[in-house]
């Protein structure tokens, strides 16, 4: 995480901001759905946020950031396409910018000792491109050039905080909802083979993620006035 923030005004504080957003990478071997295929994932999302925060009272700040994100995917899958042969095995290296995405949250503090916070974050899709190797017993060794698409996940989370023992602990909790069922529903791909014009196809990797849901708590003690 990378970011900084100014006041501008005396209600209003803008800043920016970079950050990974995403990251992920997962093995498997000897899929016996691709005749024995092993297959590899790797991604990442980093964003960029142009955030501005305005208080609109002492118990009550609004925010709300403008975010785009780069992405990368390397991928050495098998794939389904049908037809003799058996599943085409597919090394690709792709990467993309999207934009835009939005964060909006607020900041609700009632009292001196108790908060409460809410954010929603927007799903962002980003269009990737790049290169790669398609191999195939019927069609051989062949070089691609691929499109797709990724994407980030809307997410919901609230929370709350409360200050004890004259302000020297501090109890918060959180939940949180991610629609990864959408976001992650499938991968589409749109594959050129560069020395065959005539070959093009359009696959669909089946992905499935399901939602997700989270709750954290966390307790800071504070245990003197320099520590």
Request: glycine share 12%; aromatic share 8%; charged share 20%.
């Amino acid at each position: 995480f990378l970011g900084a923030g100014a006041r501008v005004l005396e209600p209003l504080t803008v800043g920016a901001a970079v950050y990974a957003a995403t990251g992920a990478g997962a093995e498997y071997e000897g899929l016996p759905e691709f005749d024995g295929l092993d297959m590899s994932l790797e991604v990442g999302v980093i964003e960029a946020a142009i955030p501005v925060a305005y208080r609109v009272s002492d118990e009550l700040s609004l925010g709300v950031a403008l975010r785009g994100a780069f992405c990368f995917l390397s991928t050495d899958m098998p794939i389904d396409i049908g037809g003799t042969g058996g599943p085409l095995r597919l090394e690709q290296s792709l990467s993309g910018f999207g934009a835009p995405g939005v964060l909006v949250g607020m900041s609700w503090h009632p009292t001196d000792t108790v908060a409460f916070g809410a954010t929603y974050r927007s799903k962002m899709t980003i269009d990737l491109e790049g290169d790669g190797t398609a191999t195939h017993s019927f069609l051989g060794e062949n070089p691609v050039e691929i499109e797709s698409r990724f994407a980030t996940a809307d997410a919901i989370r609230f929370g709350t905080a409360v200050s004890l023992l004259d302000q020297r602990l501090l109890v918060a909790f959180e939940v949180s909802h991610a629609l990864l069922s959408d976001a992650y529903e499938v991968l589409p791909l749109s594959i050129d083979f560069t020395e065959r014009p005539d070959t093009h196809l359009e696959q669909e990797v089946v992905l499935g993620w399901r939602d997700s849901q989270s709750a954290s708590l966390g307790i800071e003690y504070d245990l003197s006035d320099t520590w």
